[in-house]
């Protein structure tokens, strides 16, 4: 039985040196690490290759649920590629130990609040949008397509892809340029 560690932060100026530090303090041999948002799987390439090549009767230790996955749904998913290939998921802050009952159920709760907080924190953000669009202070990101010269190329009698290719855009920005003319 090997003993694996996972640690991921969100972003580049965040530590993982107190995850790291707790995960050989419970014993964990091999540890993966990574700096990638936790609101989806997708990108997450170190816990993609710990989860293909963690073996039958391992141990999957994590610190808290929260390096893992921020959505219910991939925690689930997490939790049962785990149980396919029979290894445990445990924390060194949490009673989490998904091969007792209790453990399970308190992982499963700790997901719904992650993911609630998350939602939470997305509709802050769109509030906050919302509010600065309204006193004008926000205005989104610039336009990375020049509308004009996209219609004088077209004028000129060029198509769709030798616009895109001459304003190195892509050919979808052209059409999206053309069909609101």
């Avoid at 130990?97 to 939602?119: I, P, Q, R, W």
């Avoid at 892809?161 to 001459?166: D, F, P, V």
């Amino acid at each position: 039985m090997t003993v694996h560690g996972y640690a991921r932060v969100s972003t580049d100026d965040q530590s993982l040196d107190i995850q790291i530090a707790a995960l050989q303090a419970a014993g964990c041999e091999k540890i993966r690490s990574e700096k990638q948002s936790g609101t989806t799987t997708n990108g997450r390439q170190e816990l993609k290759t710990l989860l293909d090549f963690i073996d039958a009767g391992d141990v999957l230790m994590v610190t808290q649920d929260r390096p893992l996955a921020r959505s219910i749904g991939d925690l689930q998913d997490i939790v049962r590629a785990l149980k396919a290939k029979s290894v445990a998921l445990r924390a060194t802050e949490q009673p989490i130990d998904t091969s007792t009952a209790a453990g399970k159920a308190f992982l499963d709760m700790l997901g719904v609040f992650a993911e609630f907080e998350t939602n939470l924190r997305k509709e802050r953000q769109m509030e906050g949008i919302a509010r600065a669009k309204a006193a004008g202070a926000y205005k989104g990101r610039p336009a990375s397509v020049d509308r004009a010269k996209i219609a004088d190329l077209k004028a000129q009698g060029f198509g769709p892809s030798q616009i895109a290719r001459k304003l190195g855009i892509g050919r979808a920005s052209v059409y999206r340029v053309l069909d609101t003319q």
